[in-house]
């Protein structure tokens, strides 16, 4: 059995790859979101908001039997409070760091804890975005937390090469897909962020890709052994 734990998989992209995963019958998904929306035999769900850290903290990855390969996607994410820096809310900065950064951390932390002892193939797949790797005015926090996951990626690959540990880890971003989250920040001030009319012109101009789409992309790089060699990627880099 294949067994992914997938954050965010309520909505959006996370649920259309968890419904994608769950037409397999050798894969099991455990999703982590405040809410549900999946009911299936094999699909345990998890209520967390992944923005308070005690519950990150206190998540226990279950005990796994006949396991082919474990994954883990980190995919829940938030664009956070879109304004320049010295008006955004501060509450809304730690919240953002928290879900975007800190709990995929602490859940990579305790996931490769637990099963390092397992000798099955395991991954780790980080749903980063273009934001952590070209600047974006309004998004500084947004655009930092996929910085950091990037990097954190590509430390954690160098370690799994040192130790040997069949650790594969990617970090990946996933193209404008049309989602909550294109709403929110469709939704930004002007003032806030200079290439609002921009992503308005993706919603009309059909630009957005529907997130079944993507999470089709996404499947390929956990599927394809050696489909990217860098563990820095997008869904870009397929050719077809
Ligand atoms: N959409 C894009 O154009 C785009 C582009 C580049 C990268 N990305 C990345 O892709 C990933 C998925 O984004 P999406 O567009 O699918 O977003 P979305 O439709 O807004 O879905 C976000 C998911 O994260 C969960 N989530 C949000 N806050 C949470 C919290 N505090 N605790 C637990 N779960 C929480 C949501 O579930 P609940 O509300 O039920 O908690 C939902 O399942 C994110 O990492 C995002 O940064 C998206």
């Given amino acids: 059995m294949n067994y992914y734990f997938i954050t965010g998989s309520s909505k959006g992209l996370g649920k259309s790859l968890t419904e994608l995963l769950l037409e397999d019958e050798n894969n099991f998904v455990y999703g982590i979101a405040r809410t549900s929306s999946i009911k299936h035999e094999r699909y345990i769900h998890t209520n967390m908001d992944l923005s308070n850290l005690d519950e990150v903290e206190n998540y226990l990855f279950p005990e796994l039997n006949n396991v082919n390969r474990i994954i883990l996607v980190n995919n829940a994410g938030m664009v956070g409070d879109v304004n320049r820096v010295g008006k955004i809310d501060n509450k809304k900065i730690i919240d953002c760091y928290n879900l975007n950064l800190i709990s995929p951390v602490i859940l990579i932390n305790n996931f490769i804890s637990k099963y390092t002892s397992l000798s099955c193939e395991k991954m780790v797949l980080n749903i980063s975005s273009g934001a952590g790797r070209t600047p974006i005015d309004g998004w500084n926090v947004y655009c930092s937390t996929k910085a950091g996951i990037d990097m954190f990626s590509q430390v954690l690959k160098e370690e799994a090469k040192i130790d040997n540990s069949n ?47 993507t999470a089709k992309q996404v499947y390929r790089f956990i599927t394809e052994k050696d489909l990217s060699t860098n563990v820095l990627c997008s869904v870009r880099d397929l050719s077809e």
């Fill in 167 to 213: 650790v594969t880890v990617l970090s990946l971003a996933p193209g404008i897909i049309d989602t909550d989250m294109q709403v929110q920040i469709r939704e930004a001030k002007e003032s806030a962020f200079s290439s609002i009319e921009k992503f308005i012109e993706y919603k009309k101009d059909g630009d957005l890709t529907l997130p079944d789409v």
